[in-house]
């Protein structure tokens, strides 16, 4: 068993906020040696390339551990701490996880009044409050495990996420991908036919638009699709948008931005401990996406499973 250090360990994407890390992280660095909090700092190199070491500091015994990056880097970070916690068992509670964000998407943080200011947070690392954030697995039929540290979902969502990545890979930076890849979406919706369970009770069958699921309520630079989700209340939230009229489906467009989805007559909002969602034929075998990432595709078991881990919060 290895030992136990004090030291936070710092997995750096250098390429997130638009290559513009450096810039932001080099004077963190210098705030932490003048709280004197103890670190050590790599540099991903390649995608996924923090889910590998952020398992390998947990194999070497680190407990403190920080993304510097956006909500894809912290959802790496998640995977690979709760992925090796599985097949150690060793508990997530003995975890402290933070991040830096300094990436294009930020959704993540605002569930912890987080600030998007890298300096601040290493102020509230000082101060060292964290809170309790559930575990949420993602398990495929076909063998994949992932974890969510905020939202997933599949249908729209998930094929916008596709479309960002896609063009994050061919270099692509700006902010605007995620515009383009939304409006190019709504002219090219995906409607897959479905059945989802939730917590073990089939609430629908047929077909939709999009689904998303939240252990987090925030999206998108500031939707809320799942609207009441919180991330420490042992609870997984889900919203389906069934094929409605286009009229109908604008009508409620509001309701992601003023925190209503709930309340809807048009959307089905689910509250469970464990949701699964079925394809009722090949064609909607869609692919799936946990904070921004494609990870699998349907069926697949999305559950709580009772474990926490720590985060930074800023909350009082």
């Known amino acids: 068993m290895a030992t ?33 909090i103890p670190f050590y700092t790599v540099y991903t190199t390649h995608k996924h390339h923090a889910t590998q070491l952020a398992a390998v500091a947990a194999r ?26 599985e097949t150690s068992g060793v508990n997530p509670s003995e975890f402290y996880l933070a991040v830096a964000p300094i990436g294009s998407g930020n959704d993540w943080i605002k569930s912890f009044g987080i600030p998007r200011d890298v300096e601040k947070v290493i102020g509230l690392l000082a101060k060292g409050k964290f809170v309790q954030e559930d575990v949420v697995k993602l398990t495929a039929d076909d063998g994949k495990v992932s974890y969510m540290a905020n939202i997933g979902g599949f249908g729209f969502d998930s094929h916008v996420c596709q479309r960002v990545n896609a063009q994050k890979e061919r270099g692509l930076r700006s902010s605007r991908i995620y515009l383009t890849s939304l409006i190019y979406n709504i002219f090219h919706i995906p ?32 939707m809320q699709q799942c609207s009441i989700a919180d991330p420490t209340d042992g609870i997984l939230d889900a919203m389906v948008v069934p094929v409605v009229t286009l009229g109908r489906l604008i009508a409620e467009l509001p309701r992601i931005y003023n925190h209503t989805v709930h309340e809807s007559k048009y959307i089905l909002y689910l509250r469970g401990k464990k ?33 926490h881990v720590n985060v930074l919060t800023a909350e009082g």
Request: glycine fraction near 12%; aromatic fraction near 10%; hydrophobic fraction near 35%.
């Open 191 to 222: 409607v897959q036919n479905v059945a989802i369970y939730c917590d073990d009770q089939l609430v629908y069958s047929g077909r939709v638009y999009d689904m998303a699921l939240g252990n987090g309520s925030y999206c998108g630079g500031g």
């Open 4 to 36: 136990i250090k004090e030291e936070w360990y710092i997995i750096v994407n250098p390429h997130a906020g638009s290559g513009k890390t450096m810039k932001y992280w080099v004077p963190a660095e210098r705030l932490l040696k003048e709280y004197n």
């Open 275 to 307: 949701i699964r969602i079925e394809a009722l034929d090949d064609k909607s075998r869609d692919i799936v996406e946990l904070d921004g990432e494609i990870v699998a595709n349907l069926p697949v078991t999305v559950e709580v499973t009772g474990q």
């Open 60 to 85: 070497r015994g680190y407990r403190k551990i920080m993304a510097v990056g956006g909500d894809g880097s912290i959802h790496e970070v998640f995977d690979g701490v709760l992925s090796w916690c």
